[in-house]
């Protein structure tokens, strides 16, 4: 049984920093892209960030461009997102999301940043900034 599991989410102040964590179990994904979306309540899932399958191309979301940075241990099984300068706007639920049908795709902008290029998903890790 495939699990992603999400840690490093919690509280924090304005200004802080956070790494988020996201291991993955079941099976490897050492060849294929990783992402991490966030969803904020009332709002739709938003793209934050996504690598590639190894780890020479990363993509961000407009709002954490500059903000965030996406890294993966492929020996591991694991994804981080290290987020730095956090905004009371960057509270949300965040998911790890793992493509599981293109191996060695490097794929683009425009395809990593839909939710629909991931095959599977975590159950979130909650991020609250307080102002």
């Known amino acids: 049984q495939v699990q992603l599991v999400e840690s490093g989410g919690g509280l924090v102040q304005a200004g802080g920093s956070l790494r988020l964590s996201c291991a993955a179990s079941g099976r490897t994904f050492s060849n294929y892209a990783m992402g991490w979306f966030r969803q904020a309540p009332g709002k739709e899932r938003e793209f934050v960030a996504a690598i590639s399958w190894s780890g020479g191309s990363t993509y961000y979301g407009y709002s954490e461009k500059g903000r965030c940075t996406i890294s993966r241990d492929n020996a591991k099984n694991t994804v981080y997102l290290q987020m730095n300068s956090l905004k009371p706007e960057d509270t949300a639920d965040y998911y790890c999301?793992?493509?599981?049908?293109?191996?060695?795709?490097?794929?683009?902008?425009?395809?990593?940043?839909?939710?629909?290029?991931?095959?599977?998903w975590g159950q979130g890790t909650q991020v609250t900034v307080s102002s």
């Open positions: 999301a793992a493509d599981g049908t293109r191996p060695r795709y490097s794929g683009s902008y425009s395809t990593f940043r839909s939710p629909y290029e991931y095959s599977y």
